[in-house]
Each structure stands twice: as structure tokens, then as C-alpha cells.
């Protein structure tokens, strides 16, 4: 082994390659609550389902309770009056440990007006209830038979629970639930069957639930549908996929990661470039040490290009390994991975930003004496670019009295992005997502990124260029001391 191969090897090999690694695969960790975070509860406290039928002298009431989960609820007081041609009846009872309360209320057969009042854990609800079709046909008194529920599991995914009983009080295992996506409140709402649908499941009990499978990001409204056995519709509930029932919209894992990448990752990669070049490469100039390594047969450009070699790929490991680590990540917690196309995309660019800064640094390592120079140097680099770069722009914004806000701001804020590598990442994000402002009047205008010159050929260049002119720039000046 040479000792440039050794020296790259050494330091592959050294601690502090070694922790930053570390440092950057953990940091894919950070997804998990992340996505917790992100990823707000489905439903509010749970509800109440209560259905009932008619077999003479008696109303037949079943009633469930259940918290945010579809979980069974023990204890809730449920207080129903009924009122027909003869009167008014009530009857209460309480649910118990399966979340269910049963009763019977005297009455006559809903054939005319015939309303209810139901209370059950403080709320109070009241109707008209709908005639069946014959005695023992069921009938909602109050609540949705089916609803969408919170992963217990999985707070960023959906279950459908389904509550329900079938004629005369039996179980409702002869109905099978079917689910669809569609872009429009159309298709399989219209005209639904089972044909034209995806199985879900057959209830096993008077409260079934089942994980509905992640919802498309082209899908505006998700479709269940309970069927009998002859084909026909038990129950159909169509909600809109924005509110889910009146519930929320998980985030799609291309928003989980576009968010934790920009707003985690995009920041700390540049700083672990940072440190781990002034480990690497900074802290032997300018304490002396590279001396002791030059009187082998090696030159100062050398052992520079094997330092940075070495760091920048050790970065990029550990950067293609976090992907991997997220992606594990998101399709255990939200049952679908990002596009392969735009995880790659993700890696370059954090490369791009990361060789960049590991060639600032070295070269910053050149031009000053001290440790502690250096280190305050690359921290404020750092900084400057990555957490005052906004103000910057507004200063200049300010200054050449643009609007905030308006289609020339946006333009110079893509335009400066050329011009400094920890904006990098950021170009090609609006590369890929497209650019927009606000309107007067509230609405948001698309602009085309190339309109400010931000093309495919130009981000291209310019990830190039962030590469090889630090790089040109140290070996320039290691050159010149050979």
C-alpha cells in the first residue's frame, strides 16, 4: 500500500470520520418523532353508534361507545326516549366492558312520527327515525355505522371501524365491507359494487375494525361500502380524503421528508462537513502535525486530495445510508416510501453542499495559523450561510425596494441560492416542486423556476461548480507551499 492509499485509509478509519458518520445515520432516527409530530390525531374523543329494530311489544336498542381508536368505552350512561303515536318511552342503561349497552323500549312500530332523544356521556342528540322496511328491519338511531378511526399503533394511519347489527338483532356477518379511491366524488359512489371495489373485510362482531390501506396523494374522496350477500347496499359513507370523515390527513412521506430533510439534515450535514474536515485535515495544519506526515514520500497536494477524498466519502456513505434508514423508517410508520427518483435527488444534493463545505474548510485551513481561528471561522461560515442567508436577502430586498413577497423577491431569492452552497439543496427543491406566490387576492400563482434561470442545466452547473472550485482552490494554494 502507497502512502497516499494508506493515508486515505487512515483516515476512513480515524475517530472523527468515523463519529460524524455515526452522527449523520443517527440523525435519520430523528424521523420517528418527526413523523409523531406531524402527523396529528385522526379523530377527537372517540362517539356513539346506537341502531335499533322493531319486533313487537318492543324497540330493540343496541348502542356502542368507543374512544378515539374504536376501542370499547365501559361506563357510558346512555338515557333514550322514544316518541310515537302512543307516546313517549324511555329506557337507560350503561355500557360495559365491550363498549356495548342493550335495552328495550315499549312502543309501537315506527310506521309514522316517530322521533327519539338520546343522551349518552353528557351529549345529547335527537331525530326522526327512519321507518324500516318491516319488523326486525334495523334503523340508525344516531351515529355513522361506519366511521374512521386512529391506528393505535400508527397515529398517521386510518382504520375504518364499522358498527352494526343485522335484521332482528343478529351479528352483521352478512355484509362484506369494500373500500375505493377516486379522484372525484363519482365512480364507484355513483354506481358502487363489489366489482368495483377493494375487499376490506367481513365483520366479525357487532364492532369491526380494519386498517384501511394508505390513502393515494391523487385521491380526493375514499369510498365504503357494507354489502349483503345478493350484491345489494347495506351501508355507503363517501368522505372527502382532506377531511377524512371530519378527521386529518396523514402526510404524504415525500412532505415527511422534504420537511425533516430541509429542516434537520439540510442544516447538519453542512456542519458535520464542517467538523469533521477541521478534524481531518484543519486541526493537523495548523497545529503542525501534516508536517510530520510530509517527510514521506508524499506532496502537500496529496495528502490534501486523500484527506478530502476520504471525507467526502465517508459522508456520502452515511448519507445513503440515512435514506435508507428513513425510508425503512417511513414504511413502517406510514406504509409507503418516497419515489426513488427523489431520494436520490435528496443524496446528491446534500453531497453537493457537503463536498463544498469540506472544501471551504481546507481551504480556510490554509489561509490561518490558529486552531481556534479555524474552528471559529467555519462556524460562522456556517452560520452566515445557512441560518442568516434569509436576511440577508431581505436586506438586499429592503435596500433595492422590492416587494416582499413578490414575483422579483422570489427571483432574487432563487438567483442568490446560485451563490451559496447551503442553499443547494433548497434549489433543487424548487427545481422539482416548482415556485409560486401569493395574489392579492389569496389565491397562489405558479411561476416556472426557469423563469429565474433555475433550469436543469443550471442547477447542474452549479452543483458542479460548488464541487470543483473550493477543491481547485485548495490544492491552488496547497500547491504553492510544495
Known amino acids: 500500500m502507497g502512502p497516499l492509499a494508506h493515508d486515505f485509509s487512515r483516515t476512513m478509519r480515524s475517530k472523527s470520520v468515523i463519529l460524524s458518520m455515526v452522527v449523520v445515520i443517527l440523525l435519520s432516527l430523528a424521523l420517528v418523532p418527526f413523523v409523531n409530530l406531524a402527523s396529528s390525531p385522526i379523530t377527537g374523543n372517540g362517539g356513539i353508534a346506537s341502531f335499533g329494530y322493531y319486533a313487537a311489544p318492543d324497540f330493540h336498542v343496541l348502542a356502542y361507545s368507543y374512544n378515539a381508536f374504536g376501542q370499547p368505552v365501559q361506563g357510558t350512561a346512555f338515557n333514550l326516549t322514544i316518541t310515537d303515536a302512543s307516546g313517549t318511552h324511555g329506557a337507560m342503561a350503561t355500557s360495559n366492558s365491550s363498549g356495548f349497552a342493550s335495552f328495550d323500549i315499549k312502543g309501537n312500530p315506527p310506521t309514522g312520527a316517530t322521533s327519539y332523544v338520546l343522551r349518552a356521556g353528557g351529549f345529547g342528540a335527537g331525530g326522526d327515525i327512519p321507518v324500516p322496511g318491516a319488523n326486525g328491519g334495523v334503523f340508525e338511531i344516531y351515529g355513522s355505522p361506519i366511521s374512521f378511526v386512529q391506528d393505535p399503533s400508527n397515529s398517521s394511519r386510518l382504520n375504518v371501524l364499522f358498527v352494526y347489527e343485522g335484521d332482528n338483532g343478529t351479528v352483521p356477518s352478512a355484509y362484506t365491507l369494500y373500500y375505493n379511491f377516486t379522484s372525484s366524488q363519482g365512480g364507484s359512489y355513483q354506481n358502487p359494487t363489489p366489482q368495483n371495489m377493494h375487499l376490506l373485510g367481513v365483520p366479525h ?4 375494525t380494519w386498517k384501511l390501506p394508505p390513502i393515494p396523494t391523487n385521491a380526493s374522496t375514499v369510498t365504503i361500502g357494507a354489502f349483503a350477500d345478493n350484491g345489494s347496499i347495506g351501508v355507503l359513507a363517501s368522505y372527502s380524503s382532506q377531511s377524512n370523515g ?13 420537511a425533516f430533510t430541509s429542516g434537520i439534515l439540510a442544516l447538519i450535514a453542512p456542519l458535520m462537513a464542517i467538523l469533521v474536515a477541521y478534524n481531518s485535515y484543519g486541526k493537523d495544519r495548523t497545529s503542525g502535525v501534516l508536517e510530520s506526515i510530509l517527510v514521506r514520500p508524499v506532496t502537500r497536494r496529496g495528502v490534501g486530495l486523500t484527506r ?3 471525507i467526502v466519502v465517508a459522508l456520502s456513505v452515511a448519507l445513503f445510508i440515512t435514506m435508507g434508514v428513513m425510508e425503512v423508517v417511513s414504511q413502517l410508520l406510514l406504509g409507503a416510501v418516497v419515489p426513488a427518483s427523489f431520494a436520490a435527488s435528496t443524496v446528491l444534493s446534500l453531497i453537493v453542499e457537503s463536498a463544498a463545505f469540506v472544501g471551504l474548510t481546507m481551504l480556510i485551513a490554509q489561509l490561518l495559523k490558529s486552531s481556534g481561528a479555524l474552528v471559529g471561522a467555519g462556524i460562522v461560515l456556517w452560520v452566515v450561510l445557512d441560518f442568516f442567508w434569509s436576511i440577508i436577502i431581505l436586506v438586499v430586498a429592503v435596500v433595492a425596494k422590492v416587494q416582499i413577497g413578490s414575483g422579483d423577491y422570489l427571483g432574487i431569492s432563487i438567483q442568490s441560492g446560485f451563490f451559496n452552497p447551503a442553499q443547494f439543496y433548497s434549489l433543487v427543491g424548487t427545481y422539482l416542486n416548482g415556485a409560486s406566490i401569493s395574489s392579492a387576492f389569496g389565491s397562489t400563482i ?6 429565474y434561470g433555475l433550469t436543469a442545466v443550471t442547477l447542474a452547473l452549479d452543483g458542479a ?9 485548495f490544492l491552488y494554494v496547497v500547491a504553492r507551499r510544495d
Open 446 to 451: 405558479p411561476i416556472s423556476p426557469a423563469t
Open 465 to 473: 461548480l460548488w464541487v470543483v472550485l473550493p477543491l481547485a482552490a
Open 205 to 208: 362482531g357487532f364492532a369491526s
Open 308 to 310: 478530502y477524498l476520504s
Open 246 to 258: 371530519g378527521g386529518f390527513t396523514p402526510p404524504t412521506p415525500g412532505q415527511l421528508f422534504t
